[in-house]
C-alpha cells in the first residue's frame, strides 16, 4: 500500500490518463478546500505563527470570546430579520422585473441587462462613495431601510439575470393557452408561470438570504456614522 504512494509506481500502475485525472482532482481539492481547511483549522488555534503549518497551541480561545458576547443572539436576530426582508423585497421588484425582461422586446432591454453587470464588473469603491452622497442626502445612513436598500442594489444582478433565464425556459404556448381559456395577464403570471419558476424562485431566495447574511462590509459602511 504504501509503495503507491511512490508518484512513479502509481503512475505506472494507473497509467498516464489516470494519474492525470488524480492530479487535478487533488488540484481542484486543494484549491477548493484547502481555504477551508485553514480557516477550520484556526477556529480551534489560540496561537498560531506563520510559517507554521499547524498551530503552536489548540484551544477555544476564539469560541468563547465569541460567545461571551452579550449582542450575540439578537445580532443573529437582526441579520436575519434584515436577510428575509431584503429577499421579500428584492422578489418583488426583481422578478417582474425579470420576466419583462425574458417576455418583451422593447429599446434598451439589452443595455438594462449590461447595466446590471456593470456595477460587479468594476471596483465597487466608486459606486459606494456615490450611494454614500446619496444615502446622507435622504437620510438614510444609519437606518435600516438603508441597509435593506444597499443590499438590494448589490444583489440585483442574479436576483434579476437568473430569473430571467428560467422565464426564458417558460415556453410561452402555455401562457397563450391559459389566456385562451379565459385567464387574464395576472392570474396567467400567478397560477402558471410562477409554480413552474418555484425551484428557480427558492435557490434565488436562499442565495439571497446567505448573501444578505453573511456580508458585514455593506451593513458597517451604511450602520456606523463614525
Not at 50 to 55: C, D, S, T, W
Not at 198 to 224: A, H, Q, R
Request: hydrophobic share 55%.
Amino acid at each position: 500500500m504504501f509503495k503507491m504512494l511512490n508518484p512513479k509506481r502509481f503512475y505506472h500502475a494507473v497509467g498516464r490518463r489516470k494519474f492525470l485525472e488524480f492530479v487535478l482532482l487533488a488540484a481542484f481539492i486543494l484549491f477548493f478546500y484547502g481555504p477551508m481547511i485553514n480557516m477550520l483549522m484556526l477556529a480551534f488555534a489560540n496561537e498560531y505563527q506563520a510559517p507554521a503549518i499547524l498551530p503552536q497551541q489548540w484551544g477555544f480561545k476564539w469560541w468563547s470570546y465569541v460567545f461571551s458576547q452579550k449582542s450575540l443572539v439578537s445580532s443573529i436576530t437582526q441579520s436575519f430579520i434584515v436577510a428575509i426582508i431584503t429577499t421579500g423585497v428584492s422578489m418583488v421588484l426583481c422578478i417582474p422585473a425579470a420576466y419583462s425582461i425574458a417576455r418583451f422586446k422593447y429599446p434598451g432591454r439589452k443595455m438594462f441587462m449590461l447595466s446590471f453587470l456593470l456595477t460587479n464588473a468594476f471596483p465597487k469603491l466608486g459606486i459606494y462613495t456615490s450611494i454614500a452622497v446619496l444615502f446622507y442626502k435622504y437620510n438614510l445612513m444609519g437606518t435600516y431601510t438603508g441597509v435593506v436598500i444597499i443590499h438590494m442594489i448589490n444583489s440585483m444582478m442574479f436576483m434579476v439575470w437568473l430569473p430571467s433565464s428560467a422565464f426564458r425556459a417558460v415556453h410561452r404556448q402555455q401562457e397563450e393557452a391559459a389566456r385562451d381559456v379565459g385567464a387574464g395577464p395576472i392570474r396567467t403570471f400567478f397560477s402558471v408561470v410562477l409554480p413552474m419558476m418555484k425551484p428557480t424562485l427558492i435557490s434565488v431566495g436562499v442565495l439571497e438570504i446567505m448573501w444578505v447574511w453573511n456580508d458585514y462590509l455593506l451593513p458597517y459602511l451604511v450602520l456606523d456614522r463614525k
